[in-house]
């Protein structure tokens, strides 16, 4: 079984919320007392089985199952594409009966939209979009939070002072996680730069796996990555230089090579959501939380991270949690040496969720 | 003892059968996979080969997938029948989305009836573009077609990835690659109310007539034919391959370029950074499985179209995994190609003469 140690704890908090929540429905003696199970429903983008975005996101969904038993029933459709094919399976998913459906990826954004003109009945939750409706809610994690940590780490254990740093698509969302690192990086280590190799794919082993050699051969001794495969990882162990993981823990394929990985940890959010259908009292939202909520997770550090550089990685964690530390606060220069956030001043959201420059730090320019 | 004996003329009548034994022995294997997988026979039969088309949405979304494949089959067999091998029908399609969507994006909200068609002869202008190349590149350097047709594709997607990137981008849409939604006016009507169903599904059909009159009643398709059979006989005969190869790459580019846009136009809406699931690559199939002949290819094209709806189906009722679907199409390519020993051999009972 896949289910994570972690999962006990939240289940005894969960029991909590739950004693608690079944109070407050005894007390309405709500009309959802019907016995048939909740149907979830889940899209998936890439194969369960990458070790990455989707596969944590199926590990949520069988948090769910985990949850609550018999009185769900969860159905995903795998590897389904970001063009026509998108609305056909949400349909289908929603057609079928189930409550509550997962769209976890952003190319789904528009047929989720328009599907869920059709059955207003359904709920729907789509993941790192922007549109929503009154049964359309969107969730996404502040990864760059966690890309802030990884920096910091970086720029104290580089001795080459070159990042090797594997992107997907040049979305505001990599190239976010792209700077926050960079800016964390720059500030523990003023001299060392990050590359970037675009392999304009989420999941594509073989190209990820290539990257990662051709940065390693022009001299980057860590490597981080923003697609979904442990290639990367796998690479830098047999070439004897370190990295991090994507998403999930991927120390059992590089168990010298990882420092640590930034986990998307969406169990908790998952339960909590399939909870307020049960209940009726979903309501559509706007999620974007980090590391204070638990939705963005760190694995265990590797043998190769030192005591120092633990204390330092906890300072940023535990700065970002209390508020004290903010990933993009000024000044913050771009490329050309220019500045585009002033002392003291924080990007706003706003700014955040349309980011199309590199900071200071990153080689090359940003394909357009 | 079963043996294998070489028939004195190949077989028509086993070159009709072998896609019906295929697709048979097909579905048989099958039913044994899924008594492998746990899964009742019954229930898997039903969820991948009933269940997909059981209902009117059903059957148009198995038109939607099953006419950009038509399309470019029929355009791709009539290449194929005169040994021009483009491989490149993806490129050409992804060529003609960007055209025919970057007209719809140049007029958007003008909210007039020309529109439509502009956009549509700019998709075929765009993938007959994509394949004048190797047509030009064959023709003038004798430059291999699978080759250049191929690698013209990577380019194409990546020419999509640029432009959804920067200046076809949505400017409200907080820099994601992808484009405006087109308005009323840029999108195809929908054949019946309530489906994704869009004319290109009569389109596919049109152009499965027109390509049977073509390769049937006319010099031209004679041509073609002899070229394919026996390209000296052509050449006395006084065909010019040259004509023929461009006519044969112009044609396919055109179908395709027409079929990228039905699908931003269509079932899209926008342009997105990759707006084909393969598309013309799976026609390449499709050409071989319904024989190189526009009618085959419809069936061909179905019984393709209706593999995918089916690993969906399978996926949700049954939780089988994705690869069910790559399997099942692994298995139908399979089979065709060991029934197609039966058009050149027979097989034969020999009595082994041990008679005691």
Redesign the interface.
């Given at each position: 079984m896949f289910a994570l140690p972690s999962l006990k704890a939240t289940r005894i908090r969960k029991t909590v919320v739950v004693l608690a929540a079944t109070l407050v429905s005894l007390g309405s003696l709500s009309a959802f007392a019907d016995d048939h199970p909740t149907k979830v429903g889940f899209v998936y983008v890439g194969p369960v089985g990458d070790h990455g975005w989707t596969y944590r996101h199926d590990v949520g969904r069988l948090a769910i199952e985990a949850e609550f038993g018999d009185k769900v029933e969860t159905t995903f459709v795998e590897s389904v594409g970001e063009g026509a094919d998108a609305e056909r399976v949400i349909r289908k998913l929603a057609a079928d009966g189930n409550d509550l459906i997962f769209t976890t990826s952003f190319g789904y954004m528009n047929p989720t939209i328009k599907v869920a003109k059709m059955f207003p009945d359904v709920k729907f939750e789509h993941a790192t979009g922007y549109k929503r409706a009154d049964n359309v809610s969107t969730y996404s994690a502040r990864f760059y939070e966690g890309r802030a940590v990884i920096g910091t780490m970086a720029g104290m254990m580089t001795k080459s002072n070159i990042i090797g740093y594997i992107a997907s698509f040049p979305i505001p969302e990599v190239v976010r996680g792209i700077n926050a690192f960079t800016i964390a990086m720059r500030k523990v280590n003023p001299d060392a730069e990050v590359r970037v190799v675009w392999v304009n794919s989420w999941y594509d082993p073989g190209k990820e796996g290539d990257a990662a050699k051709t940065l390693i051969d022009q001299g980057a001794d860590i490597i981080t990555q923003h697609t979904d495969s442990p290639a990367p990882l796998q690479i830098a162990q047999e070439r004897g230089v370190i990295g991090f993981g994507q998403a999930s823990d991927m120390s059992a394929f590089a168990p010298d090579a990882q420092l640590t990985s930034i986990i998307d940890d969406w169990n908790q959010y998952y339960i909590d959501r399939t909870k307020a259908v049960m209940d009726g009292t979903w309501e559509s939202v706007d999620v974007w939380h980090g590391i204070d909520s638990g939705l963005v997770g760190f694995a265990e550090y590797g043998p190769a991270v030192s005591e120092d550089v633990k204390a330092a990685a906890e300072v940023i964690k535990e700065g970002i949690i209390d508020g004290s530390i903010h990933p993009f606060q000024g000044p913050i220069n771009n490329q050309a040496g220019e500045e585009v956030v002033a002392e003291g001043e924080i990007l706003d959201d706003g700014v955040l969720l349309g980011m199309d420059y590199y900071v200071e730090g990153v080689q090359g320019s940003l394909p357009k | 003892m079963i043996s294998l004996q070489p028939r004195q003329q190949p077989s028509k009548l086993m070159g009709l059968l072998a896609p019906l034994l295929a697709l048979l022995l097909t579905v048989l294997a099958g039913l044994v996979l899924f008594a492998l997988l746990g899964v009742p026979v019954g229930q898997g039969f039903y969820a991948f080969f009933i269940e997909p088309v059981s209902s009117v949405?059903g059957l148009s979304?198995l038109g939607?997938k099953a006419a950009p494949l038509i399309m470019i089959a029929v355009a791709l067999s009539v290449g194929y029948r005169s040994n021009v091998w483009n491989i490149g029908a993806e490129g050409q399609l992804i060529l003609g989305g960007i055209c025919g969507g970057a007209v719809a994006l140049y007029f958007y909200e003008v909210d007039a009836w020309y529109v439509l068609p502009l956009m549509m002869l700019s998709g075929v202008l765009g993938g007959m573009l994509w394949a004048a190349i190797p047509a030009l590149l064959r023709t003038r350097f004798n430059a291999n077609e699978i080759l250049t047709s191929l690698m013209l594709t990577y380019i194409a997607a990546?020419l999509l990835?640029?432009l959804v990137?920067?200046p076809l981008r949505d400017p409200d849409g907080?820099?994601?690659?992808?484009s405006r939604?087109f308005h009323a006016a840029a999108t195809l009507p929908n054949i019946m109310q309530g489906t994704?169903l869009h004319i290109g599904a009569l389109v596919a059909l049109l152009l499965v007539v027109v390509t049977w009159v073509l390769l049937s009643r006319t010099l031209l398709g004679f041509a073609l034919k002899v070229n394919g059979q026996a390209p000296r006989a052509g050449q006395y005969a006084g065909f010019t391959q040259n004509r023929l190869i461009w006519f044969s790459l112009l044609y396919c580019g055109a179908c395709a370029g027409l079929a990228g846009l039905f699908?931003v136009a269509?079932?899209?809406?926008?342009l997105?950074?990759?707006?084909?699931?393969g598309y013309g690559f799976t026609a390449i199939i499709v050409a071989f499985l319904g024989r190189l002949h526009p009618v085959g290819v419809v069936f061909a094209g179905l019984v393709m179209a209706l593999s995918?709806?089916g690993g969906?189906?399978a996926?949700?009722?049954l939780?089988l995994?994705?690869a069910v679907t790559g399997v099942f199409q692994g298995m139908l390519l399979f089979f065709l190609l060991a029934a197609d020993v039966l058009i050149h051999y027979r097989l034969v009972w020999r009595r082994t003469g041990v008679a005691a």
């Open positions: - | 949405y979304e939607v990546l990835s640029l990137h920067g907080f820099n994601f690659p992808e939604l994704r699908e269509g079932p899209i809406g926008q997105l950074p990759t707006i084909s699931p995918y709806l969906e189906s996926q949700i009722s939780n995994p994705v």
